[in-house]
Every structure is written in structure tokens, then in C-alpha cells.
């Protein structure tokens, strides 16, 4: 079968690649477009590091086929920052040292994002169910809580 | 894979034409979030893949005279989302909202829970007690199946070939009615059924059950519409007796397996409570009360 093209928009910037029907949106990102932040932890989206958004809904990239992108728009973790300046969430996983090995960040910071966006004031059992599909073997996800509530109210500006 | 077509045709008879063209095993696509992982693991090989979110109407909800109609690809987070659906149907929601993870939440359907036909499939037990007709359009047109004439077997449906499931119509909801879903897991999230039950019920001004439908997940080949249990609860107000004969009619319909998740016992049991369990809050919201399952 022949390589399907698709055009798309990633990150804001419109992008064109050829790919298999059966390629996922986590292979296609990761090894025909060279977007290798999002990770591929299970491939049966069961650990969430290769989250990304579609036109705004947060999905796993590996339960998606690189042809279903065409006409959508893909965000994926390197187009969570504007430029230089790190987004709330990304600043406050530093601050609060919210990662270990570092290999769910990716997942999180864009399943956290999708999170804020959604409900600006998440109640600590909120943020914890949202991210029940993003797991984390190190951290015990009490700093990655923190980092995710300290972010919101930030957002919210009460916090710095 | 080799030989894999994808195509994601924009009309109903395009996608039927394909279905119907295919010399090998075509696979419809909705959310994916069962078959891209059989396409991963190797357990499924189709030849040809036709995605229908193209199709109009195929991702909406739609309200026709008291009745909604939620097309076939519908992910779960829109469903969730729809004050309507929330209102006539919460045992339908709570249900599709237990399937996985926010982000499966982003991609699941009604249409790829039921036609993947898992027996602890979390949304169908409530499409069953919900009464839902699943619209199926092939090569010989349009047809209304009941739900639970879709499910034959485990990963087995009754549509042929070139079918697929455009939509499914909710009926009115007579006053005084209420639906619930609840499932057994041993954690709080993100875990498949031990056992699931589905109950809808209507009742009259003095509270008397004039009509149910209830389920049961995950203790048979396929989920099972239970007419012992509509039985238990038809011409009877919610009471002792009433939870007593309903707890014994879900546990005579078991059919289960041992398997990691229970013991034939375990799951026979943990139905009749779960049965007790939905009836309750069923009953509750038939009368008005908004009530929290999860």
C-alpha cells in the first residue's frame, strides 16, 4: 500500500508528511516529523506519555492513526511554551520538582494543560481523576499534584 | 500489516461500498481505542479501515420530540458534556464516562463499546436497561436493531459485512423515570468490570415500578438484558422484599467465568448487590432526586 499524504497543522505551523495507513499519530510525530518529545510508554493507551491535544481534546497519540490528523490541529508538548517563556504548568514542575526519570512529563504537562484550560480551578480530587490516565512510576504523583494546583492558581493570578 | 487501506469516506453510501468491496476483513473505525490496539498487538489484520467521523452527524446529539439521538462515533467527553443526555439519561453517561482514561474519554464511542462486544463493555449494560435502538445502515438500507440483538459473542456483532451503526435514538422519557449504571472494580478508576448492572426504571405517583429494564456486564459470554430482574421490580415500590427478589433474580442470571478479576461465586454474588445498589439510586432519580453514582 502506498504512503498516504496528509496535511495538517502542528503546533500552529502547517506540516505535510507522507505516511503508512497503519502509523500511529505517536510514530508519525515521533519518527517521519521528528517531534520526539511525545513518548510511547505501553502503545495501548494505557500510560498516557504520548498525549497530545487534537483541535483542543486531549487524546492518547498512540490510539490514533497518523492519516486521522489531516485538516486537524495537533498540539504536542513542544508547542506547549510560547517561545522562551516556559507555559505555568512547565515552570511549576520545575519549581516543584515534579519529575524523576522524566519519562511521563511530556504526558502530564500537555494532560495538565488540557486540564486548566478546561476547569481553571480543579479541586484536588478533580486534577487527580483528570490525570488518572497519565502514570507515573516514580514521583507517587504527590509533587506533580502540587506542581498542577500551584500552576492553576497562577493562571487564575493568585499565586506567583 | 501489509496491504492496510485507510479511507474516510464523507457519505453513508461511500462508507457501505467500501465495507461491501473488501475481499478481506474491513474494520469500521470510531474512536479506535479497542481496535488500534488489536491493529497493534497483531490480534487484528484487517485489510481495509473505513473511518466514519466524516460521515454528518456521525459526532453529534441531536434532540427529536423528547427523543435523543447521539450519532454512532460520539466521543465520550461530548456526550458527557450534553445537559440534555445528563438529564434523560444519567445511567447512560456515568456509564461511557467509567470507560478509561480523559484521554480515551477524547476518542470513545457508544458504537465502538458495543460493537467491540466485550461482556464488561461499561456503556452497553446501560444501553441495554436504556432501551436504546442502535440504527444500522448497509447495502440492503437502513434497518433499528434493539442494542442487545448487536452483541452475539465476545468480539462478535450480528451486523454483516457491509453494516455499521450510523446512530443510536434514546425514546422519550415518560415523567417519573431514572437509569443508573454501576460497576464493580477493586480500585476507584481505570480498571475493567468485575460485574456491571444497568437498571431504568419509570414509576407511577405512588412510586410503583410500571416499567424496567435492567442488565447485567461481565458475567456471561455478552451483557445480558435481564427479564427476571424487570420482572422483581415491575408493580412493586422499592422495598425490602422487592431488593430481596431483584438480588436473587441478578444472581440466577450469572453465566460467569473465573478469571484474575473473580471467581464465578464472587462475580454471582457481587451482582444481586450491585442490583440492589442501581435499583436504589434508579429509584431515586425516577423521583426526583439528583443523585450521584460516582
Redesign the interface.
Known amino acids: 500500500m502506498a504512503k498516504q499524504y496528509v496535511s495538517t497543522t502542528i503546533n500552529g505551523e502547517t506540516a505535510e508528511y507522507l505516511c503508512e495507513p497503519q502509523q500511529t499519530l505517536l510514530d508519525v510525530l515521533r519518527d517521519v516529523v521528528g517531534l520526539t518529545g511525545s513518548k510511547e510508554g505501553c502503545a495501548s493507551g494505557d500510560c498516557g506519555a504520548c498525549s497530545v491535544l487534537i483541535d483542543g481534546t486531549l487524546v492518547c497519540s498512540c490510539l490514533v492513526l497518523g492519516v486521522e490528523a489531516d485538516g486537524k490541529s495537533v498540539t504536542t508538548v513542544e508547542g506547549i511554551a510560547q517561545g522562551e517563556k516556559l507555559h505555568p504548568v512547565q515552570q511549576k514542575f520545575l519549581e516543584h520538582a515534579a519529575l524523576q526519570c522524566g519519562f511521563c512529563t511530556p504526558g502530564l504537562i500537555v494532560a495538565s494543560k488540557a486540564l486548566l484550560d478546561a476547569n481553571p480551578n480543579p479541586t484536588e480530587t478533580e486534577a487527580r481523576y483528570w490525570l488518572a490516565g497519565n502514570l507515573c512510576r516514580c514521583t507517587g504523583y504527590d509533587k506533580i499534584i502540587r506542581a498542577v494546583m500551584d500552576a492553576a492558581a497562577v493562571m487564575r493570578g493568585e499565586a506567583s | 500489516?501489509?496491504?492496510?487501506?485507510?479511507s474516510?469516506p464523507t457519505t453513508v453510501d461511500d462508507a457501505v461500498k467500501l465495507l461491501a468491496g473488501s475481499s478481506g476483513l474491513a474494520k469500521v473505525?470510531s474512536?479506535?481505542?479497542d481496535l488500534?490496539?488489536q491493529?497493534?498487538?497483531g490480534r487484528m489484520k484487517p485489510e481495509l479501515?473505513v473511518?466514519t467521523?466524516k460521515i454528518p452527524g456521525i459526532m453529534d446529539i441531536r434532540e427529536e420530540g423528547g427523543a435523543f439521538v447521539v450519532g454512532a462515533a460520539t466521543?465520550g467527553?461530548v456526550v458527557e458534556a450534553h445537559a440534555g443526555m445528563n438529564k434523560a439519561w444519567p445511567g447512560v453517561v456515568e456509564a461511557l464516562d467509567l470507560i478509561?482514561?480523559?484521554?480515551?474519554q477524547?476518542?470513545c464511542s457508544l458504537a465502538g463499546n458495543l460493537c467491540n462486544a466485550s461482556p464488561a463493555a461499561d456503556s452497553v449494560p446501560a444501553l441495554y436497561a436504556a432501551g436504546a435502538i442502535a440504527v444500522v445502515v448497509g447495502g440492503k438500507g437502513r434497518r433499528e436493531v434493539p442494542v442487545e440483538q448487536i452483541p452475539t459473542a465476545p468480539g462478535r456483532t450480528s451486523l454483516a459485512k457491509d453494516e455499521f451503526i450510523l446512530e443510536f435514538k434514546f425514546p422519550p422519557r415518560p415523567p417519573r423515570s431514572g437509569d443508573a449504571y454501576l460497576r464493580f472494580i477493586p480500585r476507584t478508576?481505570?480498571d475493567i468490570a468485575v460485574v456491571g448492572c444497568g437498571i431504568s426504571v419509570t414509576l407511577d405517583e405512588k412510586g410503583v415500578c410500571t416499567a424496567a429494564r435492567a442488565s447485567l456486564g461481565a458475567v456471561a459470554p455478552t451483557v445480558l438484558l435481564v427479564k427476571e430482574m424487570s420482572d422483581a421490580l415491575i408493580g412493586h415500590t422499592l422495598d425490602d422484599a422487592t431488593l430481596a427478589a431483584l438480588d436473587k433474580a441478578a444472581q440466577a442470571a450469572c453465566k460467569p467465568i473465573n478469571d484474575k478479576r473473580g471467581t464465578i461465586e464472587y462475580r454471582t454474588k457481587v451482582a444481586g448487590v450491585l442490583a440492589r445498589r442501581v435499583a436504589k439510586i434508579a429509584f431515586d432519580r425516577a423521583s426526583g432526586k439528583t443523585v450521584k453514582a460516582h
Open positions: 500489516m501489509p496491504g492496510l487501506t485507510y474516510a473505525l474512536g479506535g481505542t488500534l490496539v491493529l497493534r498487538s479501515i473511518d467521523k466521543p467527553a478509561g482514561s480523559t484521554q480515551v477524547g476518542r478508576e481505570m
